[in-house]
């Protein structure tokens, strides 16, 4: 039976990798970011402007300004989004292949009207390739069911930018509060990644599936990356920087990136302002990176590594140049830029089509995070990321980073009383 279950789920994936239609690998190569200062009138903070250009008279002003700037350096103007928190519009353009992104970074930015130029930089979801090898059980690593008896993350605003969700999986009606698309102009395929990772943080109970860390929380579905023919999956700085916009401009408590790539400056920035406005942003982090793991090495983003082995001493999968410096005080806390460790190994969620399949990998040990900050935030609404980090920390288990979720709720709660033994060993049934 079980032979059968696995034949199934693997002709299943490989028929919905053939039959997606993602944007090509190659499509953002030779491309530049250029930003341009946006005149200050422009801006305007009001909840209704999404991020998009409005119809007014200095748009084509400033579009005929990127134009010619492309034609002085031999460039072509690709595509555009207005940035007006940064003082901005960024500008897609791409260089000839027998020219060099450095120099004509360096031309670019010596034009007084250019406020920074970078590559497109790239990134990926962070799921292991063979996501249902081997195909076991997986275990109610928080024993969710208990904690929603007092939180279920009701109303609150996930932003989970990835790639499509399939909302009308029976597990995810109704929980997409909105399901935008920044990749292309057409409507938002379903994909593995993105509805995975929307199905661990909030897929509703009762409906024959699975039961989500948040089950009453409200996804917003911002498709910035999309599905390749291999299945994995793909992002570029100003596809998930046109998201993250959306998601400061329109309300989004949590930020869940479970995907990593280079350092990126205009994703920095925009990092940098949905911290201020104190939406809490959590990121996974790529065991196998040889370098900083962005942007789950960002300051003050939740940096989260997958949880490989329960009921033993438990180590991330974290190198030394991929995670934070984890630290603890004397009296055993964890410090703010400690890794923490989540359930990410063979845990089942939704798949495209109405269906469920096992995944691995710190994608959705991150979704994991964001659905617990969901469940403490309608606990103690208005708190701050740092607070919300401060109870996930208090609840982790006291020889690992790995976090206790009955402990971390029981903060708030004081009616709940969590087993001496579940609290010992994190969280693992």
């Known amino acids: 039976m079980l032979l059968r279950m696995l034949i199934a789920c693997l002709l299943w994936w490989a028929?919905?990798?053939?039959?997606?239609?993602?944007?090509?690998?190659?499509?953002?190569?030779?491309?530049?970011?250029?930003?341009l200062r946006l005149p200050a009138p422009h801006y305007r903070p009001d909840a209704s402007y999404g991020g998009r250009y409005l119809d007014d008279a200095g748009r084509s002003a400033r579009r005929n300004r990127a134009e010619a700037l492309a034609r002085q350096h031999g460039l072509t103007l690709v595509d555009d989004w207005a940035m007006p928190m940064l003082g901005v519009d960024c500008y897609v353009m791409r260089y000839p292949a027998n020219d060099s992104a450095e120099r004509l970074i360096a031309l670019l930015e010596s034009d007084p009207q250019v406020e920074w130029a970078q590559p497109v930089a790239r990134f990926a979801g962070m799921q292991q390739a063979d996501a249902l090898?081997?195909?076991?059980?997986?275990?109610?690593?928080?024993?969710?069911?208990?904690?929603?008896?007092?939180?279920?993350?009701?109303?609150?605003?996930?932003?989970?930018?990835?790639?499509?969700?399939?909302?009308?999986?029976?597990?995810?009606?109704?929980?997409?509060?909105?399901?935008?698309?920044?990749?292309?102009?057409?409507?938002?395929?379903?994909?593995?990644?993105?509805?995975?990772?929307?199905?661990?943080?909030?897929?509703?109970?009762?409906h024959g599936g699975i039961v989500g860390v948040a089950p009453q929380a409200k996804v917003m579905g911002l498709r910035a990356c999309w599905q390749q023919p291999d299945a994995n999956t793909r992002c570029n700085s100003f596809t998930l920087g046109k998201a993250l916009n959306f998601a400061i401009q329109n309300g989004a408590q949590i930020i869940n990136l479970s995907l990593s790539g280079p350092p990126d400056r205009l994703l920095d920035r925009l990092l940098d302002v949905a911290l201020e406005r104190s939406i809490s942003i959590v990121g996974a982090i790529d065991a196998q990176a040889s370098g900083p793991s962005f942007p789950a090495n960002h300051r003050g983003v939740l940096a989260v590594a997958t949880l490989t082995q329960i009921n033993a001493p438990t180590r991330p999968q974290v190198s030394a140049a991929t995670a934070p410096t984890a630290e603890r005080t004397p009296g055993g806390a964890v410090q703010t830029d400690a890794p923490l460790l989540a359930p990410g190994s063979d845990v089942p969620t939704t798949a495209p089509g109405g269906r469920w399949s096992f995944v691995s990998g710190s994608s959705y040990a991150a979704a994991h995070v964001s659905g617990m900050l969901a469940l403490l935030d309608q606990l103690q609404p208005g708190a701050s990321p740092a607070r919300l980090r401060s109870l996930l920390q208090s609840g982790a288990a006291p020889t690992t980073a790995t976090i206790d979720a009955c402990s971390a709720v029981a903060r708030l709660v004081q009616q709940l009383s969590c087993p001496r033994a579940l609290s010992q060993r994190g969280g693992a049934p």
């Open 15 to 35: 028929i919905q990798a053939q039959a997606a239609a993602p944007a090509p690998e190659d499509a953002d190569a030779h491309q530049l970011l250029v930003m």
């Open 133 to 206: 090898y081997p195909v076991q059980p997986a275990a109610r690593f928080w024993h969710v069911a208990e904690l929603h008896r007092y939180t279920t993350g009701r109303d609150i605003k996930v932003a989970v930018i990835d790639s499509g969700i399939d909302t009308n999986h029976p597990d995810l009606q109704g929980q997409v509060a909105l399901n935008q698309n920044f990749v292309d102009a057409g409507p938002t395929p379903p994909e593995n990644h993105g509805t995975a990772v929307a199905g661990i943080i909030a897929a509703r109970a009762g």
